[in-house]
């Protein structure tokens, strides 16, 4: 079974709307090979000038987090609806970044990804395990908690729309990447949970990305694996040239 592959961008809390606007300008003008779909997800105050940069080009669009609700007295909170409305297509939920700094938990998590369904974005969910839980030969225990604590009540008629992101926090912003075997092993594991929790034609179309710490000379090799169909990127998103590199993989 073929997947798309996707490559996607959280820009996280940085760039001025300015700053922003001008480097999804130049990220779409490195242009993206059409085997393949890319994604930025910029910070909330930017999404609508982003959204604007680039028309005309195939770069989707993605919140960093979202509300389940689709309006009401949620302080701080931004539905999916509002998502929608500035051009959103998908939304990066769970990310380690929401569990470990700001204590959000798989149930919390699990909202907001019924929430993104349910409006029509459609979700990235994150997970990964810890240094110490690594250590602790915990890894499979902690990563099949979050992946059925986040999609608890999904459907397998949902299911296809689904994307998983496997983090390893370790392996975040650290310059440390998984090796591919250790990745490999993970995203076969967690095909494989999938597998059982939905019908099997149904989870072999789920993609499956990896994130921390990939960069334009790790890309190929990651992407070569069988199980790794994108990547979710942080810090190599935040310039054009490293982020154009890491979109074309392998060619
Ligand atoms: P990084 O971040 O690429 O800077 O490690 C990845 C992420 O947090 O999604």
């Not at 760039?15 to 930025?40: F, H, K, N, V």
């Not at 250590?135 to 009540?153: C, I, M, P, Y």
């Not at 069988?226 to 054009?240: I, K």
């Amino acid at each position: 079974m073929k997947r798309r592959p996707l490559i996607a961008g959280n820009w996280k809390m940085h760039l001025t709307i300015g700053e922003a606007e001008s480097l999804a300008r130049a990220i779409a003008r490195g242009g993206i090979p059409a085997d393949r779909d890319a994604m930025l997800a910029p910070p909330y105050t930017a999404m609508a000038a982003v959204n604007k940069a680039l028309q005309g080009s195939s770069m989707l669009l993605a919140s960093q987090n979202n509300g389940w609700e689709e309006k009401g007295a949620f302080t701080g909170e931004i539905s999916p609806v509002m998502l929608k409305d500035v051009g959103c297509s998908m939304a990066i939920i769970g990310h380690s970044e929401r569990r470990h700094i700001f204590g959000e938990s798989d149930q919390l998590i699990n909202k907001r990804l019924s929430g993104a369904l349910k409006y029509g974005l459609v979700p990235i969910l994150c997970i990964g395990e810890t240094l110490e839980e690594r250590e602790a030969n915990q890894t499979f225990k902690v990563l099949e908690t979050q992946l059925r604590g986040g999609l608890t009540g999904v459907a397998s008629s949902e299911a296809d729309k689904l994307v998983i992101a496997y983090e390893p926090v370790w392996a975040i912003g650290t310059g440390k990447t998984a090796s591919e075997d250790q990745v490999q092993e993970v995203h076969a594991f967690l095909r494989t949970l999938l597998k059982k929790m939905y019908e099997k034609d149904i989870a072999s179309q789920i993609r499956i990305l990896y994130g921390g710490s990939v960069k334009p000379d790790n890309v190929d090799v990651l992407m070569s694996r069988e199980d790794v169909d994108g990547a979710l990127v942080g810090g190599a998103a935040l310039q054009a040239e490293s982020f154009i590199r890491i979109i074309h993989f392998n060619q």
